[in-house]
């Protein structure tokens, strides 16, 4: 069904059809909300009813990404250096087979994003900034946000023209599910 499986090769998720709400920390630029927004009503249509619900309630999440059963989105101005091709990364904590929590981290120090409504107003990339260059690579903060949802419902990665590939590219507008995501999110939350 194309989720992440526990040791046993059961399917993790959520085990749920209450919506999973996820808070976006004060560190995700204002224009770039909208976004997050479009991205989990794009999953809620592939299942058919509400299975993301977004919190703008900041104040309840740490500064950064923690194990505090509390499920985040964070834009990090920092990141890992032998992991900077990363994008963004989500950490998904289970027991069995049913997910706790999960916390979704954009990599804003290497790559700069863009809303759809606006493609040329870039942000991000302080690594750049702080070494006196200029970001001229952008990246779909929807198509991301997409896929690491994605992720947070417990999708794996998958090969071919899916949400769920590994590698989004720049300027790409990845927000269309394939029939393989919507087949792999319905196995779980349908």
């Known amino acids: 069904c194309g989720f992440v499986q526990n040791i046993f090769g059961q399917r993790i998720s959520w085990k749920t059809k209450s919506p999973i709400k996820v808070i976006v920390h004060s560190s995700v630029p204002t224009n770039l909300r909208a976004a997050i927004l479009r991205a989990a009503a794009t999953w809620d249509k592939q299942v058919g009813h509400k299975v993301i619900e977004i919190s703008e309630e900041s104040s309840l999440l740490t500064g950064s990404p923690s194990k505090d059963q509390k499920n985040g989105i964070y834009f990090l101005s920092e990141w890992e ?80 023209a899916t949400v769920m590939a590994t590698h989004l590219m720049a300027f790409n507008d990845r927000i269309q599910p394939s029939a393989t995501d919507q087949q792999s999110v319905s196995c779980e939350y349908k």
């Open 81 to 160: 250096s032998d992991r900077s091709s990363e994008q963004g990364r989500t950490s998904v904590y289970w027991v069995g087979d049913q997910i706790q929590e999960a916390d979704i981290r954009i990599n804003a120090f290497n790559f700069s994003y863009y809303d759809q409504a606006d493609p040329q107003q870039l942000v991000g990339s302080y690594g750049a900034k702080k070494a006196g260059l200029t970001a001229t690579d952008g990246y779909s903060f929807e198509a991301l946000l997409l896929h690491e949802m994605g992720h947070l419902l417990g999708l794996k990665h998958r090969d071919g």
